[in-house]
């Protein structure tokens, strides 16, 4: 089996099995979409609250 029958089954089997896939609505990924930016927003707004709580406690308690 050479290189181009080899492209051509494995091209095949991709287009069998993205048939088989489940695409998610338009409302289904704006919500999903939404969700992932508030999370990250209140990951980063977390570890932002943390970094400062302990950079004001480096500075007042070990850097002066």
């Given amino acids: 089996m050479n290189i ?36 990250s927003i209140a990951v980063a707004a977390f570890l932002g609250g943390l970094d400062y709580l302990f950079s004001l406690g480096l500075e007042r308690f070990i850097i002066k």
């Fill in 4 to 39: 181009f029958d080899r492209l051509v089954k494995f091209l095949k089997e991709v287009r069998q099995e993205m048939r088989k896939v489940t695409w998610p609505s338009r409302q289904d990924t704006i919500k999903y979409t939404l969700i992932v930016i508030g999370v």
